[in-house]
């Protein structure tokens, strides 16, 4: 099936061979329309609904999260008669206030103005569509001084020449934080000299056009893109529709053509691409890419780092500018260059050291190998077999890191097991941060100066060993060696009847060949066609050490295998030497997908197999399997990243076709033929092999495959390891929600009033609550640190996490080291603290002691808007402090500015006012009377927005002694005397179904708040900003407000109470009972008028029925000047 792009390549060559002297003309308005039609009516599925809408979506969405008022201002190009934002969900379309247009097209403009006005696509635009009925110029007639926080060219950018000068034209229209969007249909767009922020791709998409001679016409001309003048017209024409039905698809009554399409997204740093160059020198023309796809995305550009600093330029240069970047190693995976996207090639680090015994730090029996990230297989190979010794790697000679980092089956993979299973250390330049880390065994001479060992060394050792490619650039990696063997082989191939004898060989090859082999033996099988004959082809190697002829059970009596060297190994492989007369003369190109398998033999997976071989388009085409078991299966599928353990072969399905055939659509079909072979086997797979998979949206299903049980814990790290997705080109990683601790309880404190001790103490009661199946435990945040300062200034790190004396010795010049360090990673806190979650995987309640910073739970509770986050300040008079080693201070409640959730004093000896206080103030949070209140809330997907599920915290009045249980967990779980209480407040409207049954059950008077214009005077009020869809009916009366530039826009009402009604209450304290916390604007609204009444906000306390920490409420809250203000919650829930 043919790409647009080539059938308009055929359309302008039968052109040239048939009619070379005609003129020709550009489209006429309605022959342009014509053509257009054709293509938005091609029956589905459609790139718009698949691909288009859903990442345009994606882009905007991140207004949802920002302020309420955020509205956006539109600049589209070439937008046809309607515009691709109508189709965008109603909140989304909401948020855009401005929309411009370049329309050329003047039927076009026209339908576009009547569709704005017929059918207010747009509905909260501040001004009329600006349609502007020309074409966007680079030479004058645009306005750059216009901002817009959007530029859209969908589809548009055909005629455009060079298409980078006007993508620069339109970044100098953009606001600070806008985005120029490109939607082309094409495999790859260069925008030359620029890079982008985002890319994604749609490969699939298709385009069915109607067996019509006139349809057939007009589609032609308009993917020609000229006509041709006078009376030859419709001999062209007619020429033109028998090449559309000679490389279209028959499909019934239509021919289908392939549109694959891309998009990419550029901002204002699209342009920075100087900055790193004048750093890092650029690689263009020196970089052997062996990978076909990878050369034709021809990345933007290649920089060659010939050092550690310079690579961390370049990570820095990436956060700095909001761009991703790839790393080249060997070059063998497709997506090592993508288009737009700086590439990393590694190749100046190609060192290979071969460390004597007494080097390995004593704690490996075996050598050890330091592997460069730039140096290609063979160079490990040959540099070992010079002193007796091997690597475990795997086929191809000039195979780089990525073997090693994803995982490496290799003829020794049996006997001693992946080459990532020999990975015992390694060092890489973080994405987060751009330090130098080194992880497991860096013996001293090899590790670079100022590396450090990160707190979580041994979990990004553990991922570097299958998912390497994901989590920094690695620079080395130290491997163990074992002694170089010799290599005995010999190839079979057996010609097949048919598919019946190919399983009956199958069988015979899993069982007597394959499954009888020792660990130093391994058999791979190939299943090919060659002239139309089903073949299969079997390669036995046997491994030994010792110069005699090998004994093995695998060699019949009338076999004589070769012996080979590791070197002399690589020429052997049945691909290159014997399959369709070898495929080693580099005339052609590869695609490939690998799945495990186990019982090759059984009737699901052989005819699976055969089939696949009848179908390949391309008769070069052949599965590779390589054998498993041994050693590989030895290791448990958690102890390495590598979570697929559990099979007999890995499936390699190899597409391959001639070079010259190269972007093709041969090479095409041939891509995805091999995703569809993949598809197919993988219901009956054992998970499928990481390495290649990358950005095309066909390995995402495949990806979900990669990890085995890992999944959840890789998606994990890279939060910690890449926040900013910088890698975003290596192996996806599954989309996992990531579990959290139910209970995160921030333990803070004055030094030695404690925290330790009291943490400890919980964590036993909780462990001893067995029967709740409660798993608890304590971590200090501030070890991170120490470790960090340690290194930096050779202090004893054992001491400093044990020896009371020296920490206190040493806490002035901790504080000072770590505010440095935040000063230079403004995001520490927050990666120390996930850090901490992420590691106590399976645990109920975490208990969190070495806190620093301010009003923590506000600051890290929406980092895991699954679970509860609480504060509990120990505090101790100065004499105890004292006594316990501290210097003396004033108690915390003095000093804080924020009010931590719960102070606990802990004066007394021994522990139990400790264990009192964990009885009476943290254990009901786990009571089931909880969980009960918590089911009673219906959740509801899609409303009142398709990106909102909603929860129906109101409902659970409706609900059989819901309000009752609600009311009984509000009276328990509030914190202070009732007796204090002067008052409840409620506000209208989710506020005041649950705050009527609690003031009468305590019997307090009820205070409502209600919307201006409500309550009889004298009154006070103040304005209130509601965004929340969960709490608030939208305002009845709107006032709309302009901030930012005038790009906001909110909707503002009054809130308002009696100004007399609180005189009764005194002095008394006044809880304020609300349903919902989410963005706080409620809350902060509700303060203020209390404020307006006289009542200071330390005499107010706050419930809410349910919390949504997503939304950062208590921040709101502290920002606003309410950050002493007590919030309890009786629940907390996730999502928004
Ligand atoms: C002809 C051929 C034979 C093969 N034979 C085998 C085999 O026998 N056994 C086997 O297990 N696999 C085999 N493979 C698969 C191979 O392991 C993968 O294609 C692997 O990804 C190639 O790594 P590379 O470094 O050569 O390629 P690249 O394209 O350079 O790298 C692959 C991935 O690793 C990332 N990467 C590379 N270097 C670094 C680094 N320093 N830090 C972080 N990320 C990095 C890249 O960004 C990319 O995502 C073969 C592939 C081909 C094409």
Redesign the pocket.
């Known amino acids: 099936m043919t790409t647009l792009s080539r059938l308009k390549q055929a359309l302008v060559e039968r052109v040239k061979t048939t009619a070379p002297t005609r003129p020709t003309q550009p489209l006429s308005e309605s022959q342009y329309a014509a053509g257009f039609n054709v293509l938005t009516q091609s029956p589905a599925p459609s790139s718009y609904q698949h691909f288009i809408v859903p990442e345009l979506s994606y882009l905007l969405a991140p207004l949802h999260t920002c302020s309420s008022d955020t509205i956006i201002s539109v600049l589209e190009i070439g937008p046809g008669p309607r515009s691709i934002f109508g189709l965008l969900p109603a909140s989304l379309r909401e948020r855009i206030g401005r929309y411009t247009a370049y329309e050329p097209n003047t039927k076009f403009a026209a339908r576009l103005e009547q569709w704005f006005e017929q059918e207010t696509p747009l509905p909260d635009l501040h001004s009329e569509p600006d349609i502007r009925e020309c074409a966007f110029n680079l030479d004058g007639g645009v306005d750059e001084e216009e901002k817009f926080d959007i530029v859209l060219f969908c589809h548009s950018m055909y005629g455009m020449t060079p298409k980078q000068d006007f993508l620069r034209k339109t970044l100098k229209m953009l606001v600070d934080d806008g985005i120029v969007v490109v939607f082309h249909r094409a495999n790859v767009l260069h925008m030359e000299g620029l890079v982008c922020h985002h890319t994604a791709n749609y490969p699939t998409g298709l385009l069915r056009v109607p067996n019509d001679d006139v349809i057939l016409g007009d589609f032609a001309r308009f993917v020609a893109g000229f006509a041709i003048r006078g009376g030859d017209e419709k001999a062209t024409q007619a020429a033109w529709r028998n090449t559309c039905r000679a490389l279209g698809r028959r499909e019934g009554r239509h021919f289908v053509f392939s549109v694959p399409e891309v998009m990419f997204v550029f901002n204002q740093h699209a342009t920075s691409l100087p900055r790193l160059s004048a750093l890092v020198a650029l690689g263009e023309g020196n970089t052997t890419v062996?990978?076909g796809e990878?050369r034709l995305h021809r990345s933007a550009p290649v920089v060659r780092p010939k050092d550690i600093p310079q690579i961390q330029h370049c990570v820095r240069w990436a956060k700095m500018h909001g761009v991703g970047l790839?790393?080249?190693?060997?070059?063998?995976?497709g997506?090592?260059m993508v288009p737009n996207v700086v590439a990393v090639d590694?190749s100046a680090f190609n060192n290979v050291h071969v460390l004597p015994t007494e080097d390995g730090e004593g704690t490996s029996t075996h050598p050890l190998v330091i592997v460069e990230?730039g140096c290609k297989t063979v160079d490990v190979i040959q540099k070992t077999m010079d002193v007796g010794l091997t690597v475990p790697l795997?086929?191809?000679p000039s195979?780089?890191?990525?073997?090693w980092?994803?995982?490496?089956?290799?003829h020794l993979s049996r006997l001693q097991g992946l080459a990532c299973d020999s990975i015992v250390g390694a060092v890489l330049v973080s994405v987060a941060d751009s330090r130098v880390l080194y992880v497991g065994q860096v013996p001293h001479p090899y590790r670079p100066a100022g590396a450090v060992r990160p707190e979580n060394a041994e979990e990004l050792l553990w991922a570097i060993k299958g998912a390497?490619?994901n989590f920094g650039?690695?620079v080395s990696v130290t491997m163990k060696a074992f002694p170089a063997p010799t290599y005995w082989t010999k190839d079979r191939v057996m010609p097949l009847k048919d598919d019946e004898e190919a399983w009956r060989q199958f069988e015979n090859f899993d069982h007597v060949v394959a499954g009888r082999s020792a660990r130093n033996c391994s058999a791979d099988a190939y299943l090919y066609a060659d002239a139309g004959q089903l073949h299969l082809g079997i390669t036995t190697y046997e491994s030994c050490t010792s110069a005699t002829h090998p004994d093995s059970t695998i060699w019949a009596p009338d076999e004589s295998p070769i012996s080979v060297d590791g070197i002399g190994l690589f020429g052997t492989e049945m691909y290159m030497s014997t399959l369709h007369g070898g495929h080693s003369n580099h005339k052609t190109s590869?695609f490939?997908r690998c799945i495990f398998l186990k019982d090759i033999y059984k009737p699901s997976i052989a005819k699976r197999l055969t089939s696949a071989i009848s179908t390949c388009p391309s008769p070069l085409c052949y599965l590779h399997l390589l054998h498993g078991g041994g050693a590989i299966a030895d290791v448990r599928t958690d102890a390495t990243a590598f979570g697929n353990r559990d099979w007999d072969f890995a499936c390699v399905i190899t597409g391959v076709w001639g070079r010259d055939q190269d972007g093709t659509d041969v090479a095409q079909a041939t891509v995805q033929w091999v995703y569809d072979v993949a598809t197919n086997l993988l219901p009956v797979s054992n998970g499928v092999y990481g390495?290649?998979l990358?950005p095309d949206p066909r390995d995402a299903v495949l990806a979900t495959q990669a990890f085995g049980q890992n999944g959840d814990r890789l998606a994990r790290l890279k939060q910690v390891m890449d926040p900013d997705n910088v890698l975003a080109?290596?192996?996806p990683l599954p989309k996992v929600c990531v579990p959290t601790p139910k209970l995160i309880v921030l333990v803070t404190g004055e030094s030695c009033a404690g925290k330790d001790f009291c943490a400890n103490i919980w964590v036993s009661q909780f462990l001893d609550l067995k029967q709740g199946g409660v798993h608890a435990c304590a971590a200090s945040i501030s070890d991170v640190t120490k470790r960090e300062y340690a290194t930096a200034t050779g202090a004893d790190i054992d001491r400093l996490l044990n020896d009371r004396a020296y920490k206190e010795e040493h806490r002035p010049s901790l504080t000072t080291f770590y505010n440095e360090q935040v000063q230079k990673r403004p995001r520490l806190p927050e990666e120390h603290f996930l850090a901490v979650v992420h590691n106590a995987a399976n645990v109920d309640v975490l208990f969190i002691t070495g806190m620093r910073d301010a009003a923590p739970v506000s600051s890290f509770s929406p980092l895991v808007p699954e679970s509860r986050v609480l504060e509990v300040h120990i505090v101790a008079d100065p004499q105890t402090c004292h006594l316990r080693g501290g210097a003396a201070s004033e108690t915390a409640e003095k000093t804080l500015e924020h009010k931590p959730s719960f102070l606990f004093t802990n004066d007394t000896i021994g522990d139990e006012a400790a264990r009192r206080f964990a009885e009476t103030h943290l254990f009901p949070f786990l009571h089931h009377d909880l969980k009960r209140l918590q089911d009673m809330v219906r959740t509801v997907p899609c409303f009142p927005q398709l990106d909102i599920t909603f929860r129906h915290i109101l409902g659970i009045a409706s609900q059989p002694s819901g309000l009752r249980l609600c009311t009984s967990l509000l009276q328990s779980h509030f914190s202070k005397p009732w007796k204090n209480i002067g008052a409840v407040i409620a506000c209208e409207a989710g506020g005041l179904v649950f705050a009527p049954a609690l003031a009468l059950h305590v019997g307090v008077p009820l205070v409502v708040l209600r919307e201006a214009g409500k309550l009889p005077p004298p009154t006070i009020s103040v304005p209130r900003t509601t965004s929340s869809y969960i709490s608030a009916a939208r305002p009845p009366i709107t006032v709309s407000q302009q901030r930012g530039g005038g790009r906001s826009k909110g909707k503002a009402t009054g809130l308002e109470m009696e100004s007399h009604v609180l005189l009764p209450m005194g002095d008394k304290e006044l809880l304020v009972l609300d349903d919902v916390l989410s963005t706080g604007e409620t809350l902060v609204a509700i303060l203020r008028l209390l404020g307006q009444a006289g009542v200071e906000a330390g005499r107010v306390s706050v419930m809410v029925v349910a919390e949504f920490p997503a939304h950062a409420g208590r921040e709101m809250l502290r920002k606003s000047g309410f950050g002493a203000v007590g919030v309890q919650s009786l629940m907390v829930l996730g999502g928004k």
Do not use: P
């Open positions: 062996k990978n990878a790839t790393v080249i190693g060997g070059g063998h995976s997506h090592c590694m990230s795997g086929s191809r195979v780089g890191a990525g073997l980092l994803q995982g490496g089956i290799g390497g490619t650039i690695v590869s490939k390495a290649d990358g080109y290596a192996c």
